[in-house]
């Protein structure tokens, strides 16, 4: 099993580990690890691998055949690392802290649209969420000028954990929860933003929506009868 580091801790830059296996195609497994594996429309971070010896680029990070508690990191070139190495971890952090920005203000996102979401996706420029939303709200000016209020407020983003039998107890005070938490692994991690959200997520976010900085709602495209794409961008 992976430490998954960055769940606990996304601010974590450079960390040492420990190789704890090598797949047949060469990826690497590690003891623990800040590397967030492509999950839930976030995509997977970059970085590298160093050690006493040598060091390698990372092409992808990837949870092996959908399996959620296991991380392979894949690397760029050929490498010669066993089980047993110590090594150091380095994070593309400009890229992660975007990712994080527009994860965090996709949550935002997804209160000032109070439809069910459909699918989204991330990334370090700008992010989008597919909405089951017949008709366009009429006043877009207002939900944007919403999103940078929250940015404003600096609203605190923290995270809680409660078990499988607690979400299917409680679901009903998740007032918000937009998708059916990933349960089956005993517990489940729920992201609260100030008083006005709260969903299971197992994504990177920043410490407070201040972090998030201005925003601007981009285009809200048609993509079927009931679903409306929307995009959110840095301003
Ligand atoms: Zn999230």
Known sequence: MTTFVFRDDPYVTTLSANVTGVTPAGGIVLDRTIFYAASGGQPADAGRIDWE???????????????????????ATEHGLQAGQVVTLHLDFDRRLRLMRMHTA?????????????????GTEKG???????????????LEAQLNQWVD???????????????????????TMKVKPPMGQGRVRLVRIGDIDLQPCGGTHVRNTGEIGPLKLGKIEKKGA????????FA
């Open 53 to 75: 010896t040598g060091s390698v680029m990372l092409s992808d990070v990837v949870h092996p055949d959908g399996e959620k508690t296991a991380i392979v990191h894949v690397p």
């Open 106 to 122: 996709l949550h935002l996102l997804s209160v000032v649209f109070p439809f069910p979401v459909t699918g989204g996706s991330i």
């Open 128 to 142: 989008r969420l597919d909405f089951d939303m017949p008709e366009v709200p009429a006043d877009l000016a207002a």
């Open 153 to 175: 407020a600096a609203l605190p983003v923290t995270t809680e954990w409660i078990t499988d039998e607690e979400m299917a107890a409680n679901a009903n005070l998740i007032k």
């Open 226 to 233: 009931q679903n409306r794409r929307v995009s959110l961008l």
